[in-house]
């Protein structure tokens, strides 16, 4: 859950004055600017290609070996075993498997709250929306560490008190010895501390949907449920997309929930947890590496399926389109 | 929007309460559990019987102490520097994508998106590996590197929207009044990028403050681990005892700066967050 | 250009990195003469860093110890001293051990050659256990300091009421139907976490079994003890809780501080447990948390046995002092280790910390014997305490038997087979964990 991510500005280059310019290529006024272009953005790009692009090659590497960081000299080339290896663990798929739950789960009941705090923070106006925005800014900002420790600790059996707000499941019901009530927290966890990013990201696109259109559709006699139907949510497709977008590979890569709350006991294990056990606690680098090679091909699967598939347009969301 | 019926503004303000309730009540828990003494810890009731600040005493002068307050320090030096290297260099980065016309712009903000999706846990063993041998491994400059791979494409997509909105032709206007280039940048471009700036620093502060994964696989002692990190090495009042009511307090800690953030600069930050979309 | 820009771009990289290699080396240099030695410490109450202290003012100025934190839990304090000693670094002079991460430890070659003589002065008069504990192909690696083991704790009048004679050593059997007979629960841990470990191991050994039965063997020729007798009746103590329904709320995430708080709170009236649960509900007994009245019925025995004519085998824990194999002054750093673990600190170390001594005398002392009231069953808890497998692989085998054994509710008698099965593929790296 580390690289919270807007995507306001990711449509930048498709810039249609610039194309128009580079036909002009080759003039020394455009090509001095070439040049100044990369003096600036150079470090940037840069320290973005090396602090992923050797981590990735390497990992690659790495993943072809049966490498243990303990016995070094027992290091052996072993081809794409690691990757069978994987492949045939039923652990893995149980791992992807809440991984993909949580994802769904998560990105679809953020998507409803987010949207209806966004229609709040749209609608209030005055005093009270300084207040609402500050509200929702708390969980953006609380660290995920603490939050997950603020959700077990209501849970837990000598601490918490949710025993008692959920009465009828028993005072000595324990939500983390079952697969399903772990991650049901793990979950509202998450909830808890993403859905006002979406839901921000959600307030951009109402935004975007022009009021004329409302009181169109209110003279033409549509309830205010319709007008959401019609109105409101088809014009804030792209918007819509993108948070999906963002926030499914975010909550793809969940970690510090699972690492806190349960340490993958109970069957709750995730890809990233996965990954973590093999390279740093078991310090097997090669099954590890293979393993977190895995989980960047799903990130990349999804972002694939997303652009290809339901044709997310990220310069449309910035209403460029 | 001024043709709100009663009901329909009554109605807003409830939502406007249930998202306030929403936000806090967590954040309560958490600073209600901070407040219990240890006897309170296991009452199993939202609310100390009684406010004991026992917790906040033991780390910071406690034995607590010796663990949370190097950490505190690392994070906060972490996470001012990561933020203070990421902000300048999206800076520039985002002023020629802004301003200038040159090949592989788009390279760049794809690059940056990529980054941005990157799972942080594929990046750890490698870099741990290489850390070891150069001698970055629990070094302070060890964590700001991939924290930079964090907080640097925010900064560039946040900032060069914003840079998109300013009217850079006051500039030459300014010079054509007389100004030199350099009084033209600093009195007329500076203050309508500064606002831009800052707040691409808030939220670029924001995200590396939460980062754990690269805190607990490139750190191991309390010469850089940060707070988030540090707060699975805090122990209760024996060898095996779980040391709920100190994480609590250092977790409130960790939380006040965010949360001062977020109440002096809900505005930027939200305009920040939503910018690009918002213009339309 | 594009030369241009690679040479701007790699004095840039080249000058980042110089200033972060200084930054790192700008720690850890004294200046005043005094050699500095690092000790990684497990968290403790503050009586290791105490001791370091101490230790650096009676060298007389020749060596000064500076104790660093490392993370609570057991495995991850390995995590972190692993993989700085997979990087040859040359900033640990001192470690405190988990003695189940000694084999591993030492087979890789990280920790410094203990000199003979040391050897034998460091064994000398140390409980059974804890030398066994600290022993690695027959030489003695690292400084037994301090040694743990765990009690069957009862309450005085639930084993009278249940007609239990506790004077006698009790079997499992006997404390679950006495359980079950008085509607009280025992107090387990039933977590995924060592503490399962330690309680598979002590039972499988008190069975006469053993996990590994060639501990000294390379990962893939490891033979588990698992799948036998032993091992099964392991499992059938364990259904035997489940079906006798005495297991108590919230076993499959209960700790050892999770059961010593049961416990306290009247929610067991049995429960096996470290001694620093007396402590601590003295404590809770004098601050108000507990009813003082439970604390006066506290009665402690030998850990349970399997059958009742074989003594039972306790857990082993505690924590060993190793020199780094890459540490530049291992000579001064092994006068730092005999002033650590000597008779004086072990003392005061229990009575400051909770933690059991490992040297015998410790226990003739008045002040720890008036601490320690249990004094006696904890020394021969230790002189019969077996250690949990010494592998190499440790991690591995202690992994795959938290995976398998846990849920307690789920396990079986197939479950000693299925995971002596699963535990050889993860360490013929056929499988993940």
Known sequence: MSATTTPQAAGVAQDPAGRKRAARRGTDRSRQEARLGWYLAGPAFVILVLVTGYPILQALYDSLWSYRLTAPDDREFVGLRNYGVILTDPLWWSSLGNTVLITVVTVAVELVIGFALAMVMHKVLGWLRPIVRTAILIPYAIITVVSAYAWQYAFDLTTGFMNSVVWWVGDDYDWFANKWTALLVICLSEIWKTTPFISLLLLAGLAQVPEDMHEAAKVDGATAWERLWRVTLPNMKASIMVALLFRALDAFRIFDNVYIMTGGAAGTEVVSSLAYNQTISRLEIGLGSAVSVMLFLCVLLICFIAIKGFRVDLARARGEG | MGALSTRERVLWYVGALLIVLYALVPVAWIVSLSFKSETDLANRSFLPTAFSGDNYREIFAGNGSDLFLPALRNSIITCLLATLIAVVLAMFAAYAIARLDFPGKRVVLTSALAVAVFPVITMVTPLFNLWRRIGLYDTIPGLIIPYLALTLPISIWTMSAFFRQIPWDMEQ??????????????????????????????????????????????????????????????????????????????????????????????????????????KG | MASRWLTRTGVVSAGVLLASTLAACGDGSSGTGTTTLNWYINPDNGGQQAIAQSCSEQSGGAYRIEALILPSDAAQQREQLMRRLAGNDSSIDLMSLDPVFVPETAEAGFLAPMPAELQAELSEGVVQGAVQGATW?????????????????????????????????????????????????????????????????????????????????????????????????????????????????????????????????????????????????????????????????????????????????????????????????????????????????????????????????????????????????????????????????????????????????????????????????????????
């Not at chain 2, 040391?243 to 109440?263: D, K, N, Q, R």
């Not at chain 3, 995430?253 to 001694?275: C, I, K, S, Y």
């Not at chain 3, 402690?300 to 780094?324: C, H, K, N, Y």
Request: hydrophobic share 45%; aromatic share 10%.
């Open chain 2, 173 to 278: 206007a300014a010079q054509v009044d007389g100004a030199t280039s350099w009084q033209a940048f600093r009195k007329v471009i500076v203050p309508l990028a500064a606002p831009g700036v800052f707040t691409t620093a808030i939220i670029a502060f924001f995200i590396a403050w939460n980062d754990f994964v690269f805190g607990i696989s490139l750190t191991s002692t309390s010469r850089a681990q940060p707070v988030p990190a540090a707060l699975s090495s805090f122990t209760g009042s024996s060898y095996f005892v779980q040391p709920t009511g100190a994480i609590s307090a250092a977790a409130v800690v960790v939380t006040i700066p965010v949360v001062l953030l977020a109440l002096v600069f809900q505005r930027r930050i939200v305009a920040g967050l939503t910018n690009g979309a918002v």
């Open chain 3, 137 to 433: 192909n027959d030489e003695l690696v690292a400084a037994p300091f301090w040694a743990n083991t765990q009690l069957l704790w009862y309450r005085q009048s639930v084993a009278e009421a249940a007609g239990l004679d506790m004077s006698q050593p009790v079997t499992w059997d006997q404390v679950v139907d006495a359980a079950e007979q008085q509607g009280t629960a025992i107090g387990v841990q039933g977590q995924r976490g060592e503490s399962m470990t330690v309680w598979v191991n002590a039972m499988v050994e008190s069975a006469g079994g053993q996990i590994i039965e060639n501990p000294e063997a390379r990962g893939p020729d490891i033979r588990l003890g698992l799948d036998s007798d032993a091992g099964r009746a392991a499992a059938a103590v364990m259904q035997r809780i489940t079906e006798a329904g005495v297991a108590g709320p919230g076993i499959d995430n209960r700790d050892e501080a999770g059961t010593a708080n049961l416990f306290q709170q009247d929610g067991a009236a049995f429960m096996v447990n470290w001694p620093f649960v007396y402590a601590q509900a003295q404590g809770a007994a004098e601050g108000g948390s507990m009813d003082p009245a439970i604390f006066e019925d506290y009665g402690w025995a030998q850990f349970p046995r399997m059958t009742p004519d074989e003594p039972s085998a306790p857990p082993l824990g505690g924590i060993d002092i190793g020199v780094s194999a890459f540490s530049e002054n291992p000579d001064l750093a092994y006068e730092a280790v005999r002033c650590i673990v000597s008779e004086d600190n072990q003392a005061s170390y229990m009575i400051s910390d909770g933690n059991p001594a490992a040297a015998e005398s410790v226990y003739d002392r008045p002040e720890v014997q008036e601490a320690y009231p249990m004094y006696d069953v904890i020394r021969t808890s230790l002189q019969e305490a077996a250690p949990r497998p010494q592998t190499a692989y440790y991690n591995e085998v202690s992994q795959g038997i938290q995976d398998r054994w846990q849920p307690v509710s789920a396990v079986t008698e197939q479950t000693p087979a299925l995971s002596a099965e699963f535990i050889g593929q993860v360490l013929s790296g056929e499988r993940l964990l």
